[in-house]
């Protein structure tokens, strides 16, 4: 991946935990790759590691103490933030992690923390079952939602002597996600992303139309987590209630059609996402005032425009990635893998909507991911913000 961090400078606070340990590898290597580095070293951190094995390493002070008379002269909690171009937390507690997650600021990690306006990464670091600890989970889905970046935690055997969830990222691991985020904002604003998302509706007569229950909110996080990620993002949403950030470029569209001619001049881009819940069918013939009531009513319908098909199997316009989605009630990944061959898209991110607390408007979904080499993955059931954010991830190590 080149050096890509050779002279930035990086905050790095190291929490208490076993895993402080690893801090001093993570040091090394970033020093070998020519990173600037301070370090904060909280009260239950120096319990593990000393200043002085920091800074040796690190060739620079460790700051401690909020209240020290000599940092706030050399340099204070607020110019610290602003010196970084980001900020590591690497072991992060469960008890760092709340009190990030309440706005705290009871020590100089904290306060830095809460008065810094750089990107910030987390490698927590806990025991099996504080991970999995509700007050946890939500207190990480909290600084998701202040755009924290998450670093692991790992699965394997821990200090404790239990197995599971929980250990922290091995230095390697997490230099390889810095370098990714600065490769990224490298080219902020080059990459171009393109969203559909919701249903479409297909009129039958001034009032009446055909349309499906996609409520779009999947769509809609999923181009939120693209624009976090510095995507230039275009949302082609049909219609739903729901709002979007100012820095998404934002089309409404009714029909399929719509849709279909909306994506074309969205085009070019580095990836499409194709979330939408296009109709099929549309009528023929719309009748041009209101179909008046009957006892029998016959529709002449003909077939939409396959979008996702025309997108993939389009060499002038076709993305680097193209993702399509598949909602089925029955023989998910049967269904799946016939629309991956079929489509010619890159991969197929299938859904069971006859579950009625995922999918069609559900705050939660849980899907599986299948991949033109076979290989599937699966993202268990968590809220639809979360599912957007791993499937980003994926897309951004995919695209590297």
């Not at 709340?98 to 025991?127: E, H, Q, R, W, Y």
């Not at 074309?264 to 008046?292: N, R």
């Not at 399509?324 to 489509?343: M, P, Q, R, V």
Request: glycine share 4%; proline share 2%; net charge positive.
């Amino acid at each position: 991946m080149g050096n890509l961090i050779n002279k930035k400078k990086i905050l790095l606070i190291i929490c208490g935990g076993i895993a402080a340990y690893k801090s001093l590898e993570l040091i090394r290597l970033l020093k070998k790759d020519g990173v600037i580095i301070k370090t904060i070293l909280t009260k239950s951190g120096a319990e593990f590691v000393t200043p002085l094995s920091i800074t040796s390493l690190s060739q620079s002070k460790v700051y401690q103490d909020l209240f020290s008379i000599e940092n706030e002269v050399e340099m204070d909690h607020i110019s610290l933030s602003r010196w970084a171009d980001l900020i590591l937390i690497a072991p992060a507690t469960a008890n760092t992690i709340s009190k990030l997650a309440s706005g705290s600021s009871d020590d100089l990690a904290s306060t830095v923390a809460l008065a810094s306006n750089k990107k910030i990464f987390i490698a927590p670091a806990m025991n099996v079952r504080m991970w999995e600890h509700q007050s946890t989970k939500q207190n990480i889905r909290k600084l998701k939602t202040y755009n924290y970046e998450l670093i692991g935690p790992e699965i394997g055997d821990m200090a404790c002597g239990e197995y599971g969830e929980g250990k922290m990222s091995e230095p390697k691991e997490i230099i390889n996600k810095v370098k990714i985020y600065f490769k990224n904002l490298k080219r902020k604003n080059k990459l171009k992303a393109i969203v559909t998302a919701g249903p479409t509706k297909e009129y039958i007569d001034p009032v009446r139309y055909i349309s499906n229950k996609s409520s779009g909110k999947q769509g809609y996080e999923i181009a939120k987590s693209l624009s976090k990620k510095g995507f230039e993002t275009t949302l082609i949403s049909g219609p739903t209630n729901l709002e979007i950030n100012n820095d998404i470029n934002l089309i409404k569209v009714e029909t399929a059609e719509e849709m279909f001619q909306s994506t074309l001049k969205s085009l070019p881009a580095e990836v499409a996402i194709f979330s939408a819940a296009v109709c099929d069918y549309k009528v023929k013939e719309i009748s041009k005032t209101k179909i008046k009531k009957q006892d029998e009513i016959c529709l002449d319908l003909e077939k939409n425009v396959d979008i996702l098909d025309y997108v993939s199997n389009h060499n002038s316009l076709r993305p680097k990635l193209v993702v399509g989605f598949a909602a089925e009630t029955n023989d998910l990944e049967k269904y799946a893998n016939k629309k991956l061959s079929e489509k010619n898209c890159d991969w197929i991110v299938a859904n069971d909507v006859s579950n009625k607390s995922i999918g069609f408007e559900s705050d939660f979904n849980e899907v599986s991911i299948l991949y033109k080499n076979k290989k599937i993955e699966r993202l268990k059931y968590k809220s639809k913000s979360e599912i957007s954010d791993e499937l980003v991830e994926k897309i951004i190590d995919h695209l590297n």
